[in-house]
Structure formats: structure tokens, C-alpha cells
T-cell receptor
Framework: GQQLNQSPQSMFIQEGEDVSMNCTSS?????WLWYKQDPGEGPVLLIA?????ELTSNGRLTAQFGITRKDSFLNISASIPSDVGIYFC???????????FGTGTSLTVIP | EAQVTQNPRYLITVTGKKLTVTCSQN?????MSWYRQDPGLGLRQIYY???????DKGDVPEGYKVSRKEKRNFPLILESPSPNQTSLYFC???????????FGPGTRLLVL
């Protein structure tokens, strides 16, 4: 299967700081997605990206679809305690119905 | 309320004892999937279904079976569970041509 490398694996930050994480792949993806998983729950979609270079925001979250179509980035500005969780990137190839997930970035926000 | 439900939420079993994890969605979604989540590996797709009676293997199908006899249900069957199937399992559904997947709350399975 496809391998998505997500970094960093974990982050410990102070409340109010900005956060950046990224996801890279050896394959070209048609769609990039970013999910957040709260403890004890399933992932929830945060942002979807559909074309190379696209920059999309959702509140304090901003994500970008890389120009090469092999990477994507997620930024969180002015972090707050409820941002705690695991963030996953996911990609969809131009063909097929599968979504491939990254290994996740665990975010801890220290009040 | 639109949702994906899974049962049971927690299960402890022994090697070789057949089990079924149920999944049901009330959104009339065509697509349904099963994933397993393991530390350091993220979510990996086990099986997916594009509609009733249409299923296909994901990345890690070995040791699992699925069926899609009704649109709303997509059970995951472990005929002979082994300890390496100890994991957190998620069911998800989405509309055809849409990327937004709705995930269930997860089923934590321990195989002794």
C-alpha cells in the first residue's frame, strides 16, 4: 500500500504558539485531507484539498496542497488546549476508492 | 442524528474464537470502510464497500471478512482471531464522489 510519512510524530507546545506539521508521499495524490482524532473517538475531517497549490483555511487551521502533489502541510495558529489530539493526513489517488492515512502527529498543548 | 455506530466498543477474546464487529450508518451512504489503527502506523484500510454486495480488499485484508447485504450495515468478521489482530478498529462511511468520511467511535479488540 501507499506510505504517507507524517512529521513530527509528536509535539508539546505552549498554549498560544503556532503549530506546523506535514505529510509526504512517494505517490502523487489527487486529494489531500486532514483529520483530527480526539481521545477515545474516531477521526473527524478538518480540511479537504483538491488541487496542487491550493491553500484552504478553517478557522485557525490552514492547510496546503503541495505543488508536487506529493505533500501537504497543516498549520494551527494560536493553539488552545482543545487542539490536543492526534492529527492525520490522508490522501486519495486519482484512481481507486481507497484513502491512505499518515502515521499521525500527536499534539499536546500545555496551558 | 447522523452517525456511524459500532458494537461492541470493547472486546476481549481468545485466539481462534470467531467474532463479529457490527457497523451501521443512518446516512444512506454508498461507501463503507473498515480501518485498523495501530501505534506508529496510523489507520490502515482493511476492506471497503462501494455499495450493497460490492466489496474490495484494502491494504491489510488478511484474516478478515466482510459482507454488505444491506446498505446501512457492514460487519467485520474475524473467523479465527490471532493476537496480531489486537487493535483499535474503525468503521467509516461516505457518499459516493465525496471525500468526507464519517467515522464510528471505534472498537478496541484484545486477542489473547
Amino acid at each position: 500500500g501507499q506510505q504517507l510519512n507524517q512529521s513530527p510524530q509528536s509535539m508539546f507546545i505552549q498554549e498560544g504558539e503556532d503549530v506546523s506539521m506535514n505529510c509526504t508521499s512517494s505517490s502523487i495524490f489527487n486529494t489531500w485531507l486532514w483529520y483530527k482524532q480526539d481521545p477515545g473517538e474516531g477521526p473527524v475531517l478538518l480540511i479537504a484539498l483538491y488541487k496542487a497549490g491550493e491553500l484552504t483555511s478553517n478557522g485557525r487551521l490552514t492547510a496546503q496542497f503541495g505543488i508536487t502533489r506529493k505533500d501537504s502541510f497543516l498549520n494551527i495558529s494560536a493553539s488552545i488546549p482543545s487542539d490536543v489530539g492526534i492529527y492525520f493526513c490522508a490522501g486519495q489517488l486519482s484512481t481507486g476508492n481507497q484513502f491512505y492515512f499518515g502515521t499521525g502527529t500527536s499534539l499536546t498543548v500545555i496551558p | 442524528e447522523a452517525q456511524v455506530t459500532q458494537n461492541p466498543r470493547y472486546l476481549i477474546t481468545v485466539t481462534g474464537k470467531k467474532l463479529t464487529v457490527t457497523c451501521s450508518q443512518n446516512m444512506n451512504h454508498e461507501y463503507m470502510s473498515w480501518y485498523r489503527q495501530d501505534p506508529g502506523l496510523g489507520l490502515r484500510q482493511i476492506y471497503y464497500s462501494m455499495n450493497v454486495e460490492v466489496t474490495d480488499k484494502g491494504d491489510v485484508p488478511e484474516g478478515y471478512k466482510v459482507s454488505r447485504k444491506e446498505k446501512r450495515n457492514f460487519p467485520l468478521i474475524l473467523e479465527s482471531p490471532s493476537p496480531n489482530q489486537t487493535s483499535l478498529y474503525f468503521c467509516a462511511s461516505r457518499r459516493r464522489h465525496q471525500e468526507t468520511q464519517y467515522f464510528g467511535p471505534g472498537t478496541r479488540l484484545l486477542v489473547l
